[in-house]
């Protein structure tokens, strides 16, 4: 059975729904693992901020999720300082080596390698930025000591953990991609870990003991650095010595946005899906999509065509915009999303849906060369948040990009490497073009939505490509269907990329599904729910946040009370 037909046939174990949602008014954490969320909540209840909470839950994803984030991944940090009132997005996505060429993307023939061979060769590993990201957050916002911050993880890695159904999955979807050292970790004397075990990494304990005594900086300029350089060397990879010590995260601004009367504030370009989030919710506020009941085939139709539009225009305008100007303003002029509405109606499947001409609504540049489309392939990642007694918001959404990224583990220290720089196009015919000292374009979509300038929630999801149609689904059942937060996240959701293939949740509505097979779309089903959406909603009235975490992973939701200070 190919790794298709596992993904399409895994059934998701029963979990404790319960521990998936809370409530409080001191605090809230929500994650994809249980030991995440522990740790943020606990830092929380001993007077840490959001970003303490944040960082802490970093540190111990790379111990409980170390296929889908960890020390040598990649993210987006969204901050909101209630203090000041603003938001700021602090970059930690990977970036391209400075000796990294487009040859590297071809044989000795000069042919294209498959992208399955990319995501486990070397040279298409990014300089890791989530470390940079933490150590930049935490110099801006943090309150409390960076050891302290770090040593529940540390005791979680040397005592260990037990292995939960989703490592189980991940080792029977993706195991055959891990490398030498990686499977020594994995597969114990060649044997899969399975759930129920536990799995301790004393080497990465040793690594996180390390970064507690000399700092993040480490990481990029001591021995984890080394290490790090020495294994893509020895792997024949380009980055060098100098790429990881010149890594700087940035603090950004974010792009704004709305829907309704909710104010939306979501990371810029490089990543791309903040300004689709904002282009597909314009598109859906337009054709009024809450008039059609949840279940209908009209308002999953209307999904899906509002897809193809937004994404067909990502693929061909969003890169890096310190290569490329990128008509931001003009994909969410209020003309051209009129224009795209155009392309929707109920006759059935628009084979004329492409990508528009934003840029004579666009004023700060000139159009660059058309570029040409590519369907994004999968991805996996993780998303978690964490709010304060005080109101502050800290939410991150980090990656290694696929399932155990590179599949190469640096040795002796005990995480994975990503393989970020597969999201680049491998040839020059796009602004998403591989070269140097660049980032490519990231689907991460952290978000936090505002009413009447206050937090009223906050969201992202994994999921590669389907990041922003789990993200805009979940913010649609909350606003405009008015579903309680985890009914909101349960909904059954669907993914359209530019192609007439849908993909959508197994529970989805048959009608729903047969309708859409007959004017055209093609139907793929799948018991694994699209994204793993974390949210918390904030009740300003009252004081209260509720929070929850989505069932496709073992992930759970902690609340606080202000009254004992205890976790719901």
């Known amino acids: 059975m190919n790794t298709r037909e596992i993904f399409l046939n895994q059934k998701i174990p029963d979990i404790n729904r319960e521990e998936q949602r809370a409530i409080g008014d001191f605090g809230m954490t929500a994650s994809a693992t249980k030991q995440s969320s522990e740790i943020g909540a606990q830092v929380l ?22 296929f889908n984030t960890g020390l040598g991944a990649s993210g987006f940090l969204l901050v909101y300082n209630q203090y000041s009132g603003k938001t700021k997005v602090i970059n930690g996505h990977s970036k391209a080596p400075d000796q990294l060429t487009s040859d590297m993307c071809r044989n000795e023939k000069g042919e294209p390698i498959p992208f399955s061979e990319r995501t486990i060769n070397a040279n298409f590993i990014g300089i890791p930025g989530i470390l940079k990201a933490m150590e930049t957050a935490f110099n801006t916002y943090g309150t409390m000591p960076l050891d302290r911050l770090i040593e529940p993880s540390v005791q979680l890695a040397e005592e260990g953990m037990e292995v939960n159904w989703l490592w189980d999955m991940a080792l029977k979807m993706y195991g055959d991609r891990v490398g030498t050292t990686a499977k020594s970790f994995f597969f114990p004397d060649n044997v899969p870990l399975v759930k129920g075990e536990i799995v301790k990494n004393k080497e990465l304990a ?8 000399k700092g993040i900086d480490a990481f990029y300029h001591g021995e984890i650095g080394d290490a790090i350089i020495q294994l893509i060397n ?28 909710f104010h939306i504030v979501t990371p810029s370009p490089p990543n791309g899906a903040g300004v689709s989030l904002l282009q597909l919710l314009k598109i859906l506020e337009k ?5 059609y009941p949840v279940n209908s085939w009209e308002k999953h139709y209307l999904l899906a065509e509002a897809m193809r539009i937004v994404f067909t225009d990502k693929l061909t305008y969003m890169g890096d915009p310190d290569f490329t100007h990128i008509p931001v303003e003009g994909l969410l002029h209020p003309e051209y999303i009129a224009e795209r509405v155009k392309l929707i109606n109920f006759e059935g499947l628009n084979q004329g849906v492409d990508f528009g001409n934003p840029w004579k609504y666009d004023k700060k540049g000139v159009q660059s060369e058309d570029s040409l ?11 978690f948040t964490a709010v304060d007694s005080w109101g502050n918001i800290a939410v991150c959404t980090s990656s290694l990009e696929h399932y155990f990224g590179s599949g190469i583990m640096v040795p002796g220290y005990g995480f994975l490497l990503n393989n ?11 602004v998403n073009d591989l070269q140097a000292n660049k980032y490519p374009v990231s689907s991460k979509c952290p978000t936090i939505i505002f009413k009447d300038e206050k937090p009223f929630m906050t ?17 649609l ?17 669907i993914y359209n990329s530019t192609a007439p293939t849908i993909l959508c949740d197994g529970s989805l509505n048959e009608e729903v599904k047969s309708k859409l097979s007959s004017i055209g779309f093609e139907i793929i089903g799948t018991d694994i729910a699209i994204g793993n959406v974390q949210a918390v909603l904030m009740d300003q009235e009252k004081n209260i946040m509720y929070g929850a975490a989505d069932s496709s992973r073992p992930g759970v939701a902690i609340g606080i009370f202000k009254e004992n200070n205890e976790g719901y």
């Not at 054709?287 to 008039?291: A, R, T």
């Not at 489309?373 to 998303?383: D, N, P």
């Not at 969201?459 to 979940?474: D, F, H, K, R």
């Open 477 to 493: 059942h909350v606003i405009d269907y008015k579903m309680d937060l985890k009914e909101a996240i349960e909904q059954p959701r």
């Open 459 to 475: 969201l992202g999801s994994p999921g590669g490509p389907t990041i922003v149609a789990s993200v805009a689904q979940v913010i």
């Open 287 to 291: 054709v009024k999509i809450e008039q």
């Open 234 to 261: 020895n792997e024949n990879g380009c980055m060098s010595k100098e790429d990881l010590q010149g890594y700087e995260s940035k603090i950004q601004e974010p792009i704004l946005g709305s829907y309704k009367d």
């Open 420 to 430: 970020d720089l597969t999201d680049f196009y491998p040839t020059e015919e796009s």
């Open 373 to 383: 489309h590519r369907e994004l392939q999968g991805g996996e990642t993780t998303h």
């Open 45 to 66: 209840k001993n007077g840490g901020n959001a970003v303490d909470a944040i960082v802490a839950m970093q540190f111990a994803l790379a111990v409980s999720e170390p």
């Open 206 to 213: 040793h690594t996180l003991r390390i970064i507690q005594e």
